[in-house]
């Protein structure tokens, strides 16, 4: 069953991470993409929880009001719940911020731990985020989660990243670093366990190994961008599973057979 599905609702980025892999040669089309129908979709489909993430190849605060029309959208829907992550350099106005803690939806900001470790990657924007992340704490009356990339130099200053995180006292969802600055999976495990000993993170469950889980490509959640349904936002520059038309019940027929314990990508 299909429980999870991010997606893209825009292809423009004001930043230019240096691991962003979605804007490489290639990857990024301006194809139109009815959003609108793949909320109708799930909303025929979702029988139990069902998550949306509007999260993918832009960032998201850059179309405010699309993305505030798509949570409008579901609002109703009591076993729909949403999600969004940002990068945190978009300021919001305190009624934008308190639309979203109204809605439940859980913001994540990308944030990959201390000023130099976040910079060196995330085009010096560590300044603006942390600004951005004080104002959504002083509107809501909590911190955001956060979203963190771990490279080979998170794992060399594993202890100082996880103090930096402990301040804020919410849970962090790390992700492994791929490509020529990657870590391996055995790396990121092994940071895991030593972050989960201090602070609360993600973890487990049929979903990606980047996330310290097994791969969910082609069981349970999927990928819309570029009017595509792909098997995850990594998986971007394969070949496409079908349309982002396509019902959820097409979707469910597709069943790659692998070992799940390892990234479905990277077994090619
Ligand atoms: S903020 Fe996200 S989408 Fe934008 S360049 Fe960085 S990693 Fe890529
Ligand atoms: S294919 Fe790799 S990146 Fe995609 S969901 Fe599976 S583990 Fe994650």
Not at 103 to 121: I, P, R, T, W
Not at 124 to 141: A, Q
Not at 156 to 169: E, L, P, T
């Amino acid at each position: 069953m299909i429980n999870r599905i991010c997606i893209s609702i825009n292809n423009q980025c004001n930043l230019g991470c240096k691991y962003c892999h979605f804007h490489e040669k290639g990857i990024l089309e301006d194809s139109e993409m009815n959003i609108y129908e793949i909320l109708d979709n799930v909303k025929n489909y979702a029988k139990s929880d069902f998550k949306i993430g509007f999260v993918g190849n832009g960032e998201c605060f850059l179309v405010w009001d699309q993305l505030k029309s798509y949570i409008s959208y579901i609002e109703n829907y009591d076993n729909i719940s949403s999600y969004t992550i940002t990068n945190g350099t978009v300021s919001l106005t305190d009624e934008d911020w308190m639309f979203l803690e109204s809605h439940n939806v859980n913001v994540g900001f990308s944030l990959d731990g201390y000023k130099e470790l976040h910079n060196m990657n995330r085009c010096d924007s560590f300044d603006k985020v942390i600004k951005n992340v004080e104002e959504y704490k002083r509107v809501t009356g909590h911190y955001p989660t956060f979203n963190a990339t771990v490279g080979k130099e998170s794992i060399h200053n594993a202890d100082k990243v996880i103090s930096f995180f402990k301040y804020y006292g919410t849970r962090v969802t790390f992700s492994r670093m791929i490509g020529k600055q990657g870590i391996s999976l055995q790396e990121y495990r092994d940071f895991l366990s030593l972050a989960e000993k201090h602070i609360s993170i993600r973890r487990g469950g049929l979903d990606c190994t980047m996330y310290g889980g097994q791969c969910g490509a082609g069981k349970n959640n999927y990928f819309f961008a570029n009017g595509k349904v792909y098997y995850c936002g990594n998986c971007i520059d394969l070949p496409p599973v079908g349309d982002s038309s396509m019902r959820f019940e097409e979707l469910e027929k597709i069943s790659l057979q692998f070992d799940r314990n390892y990234c479905f990508k990277e077994s090619l």
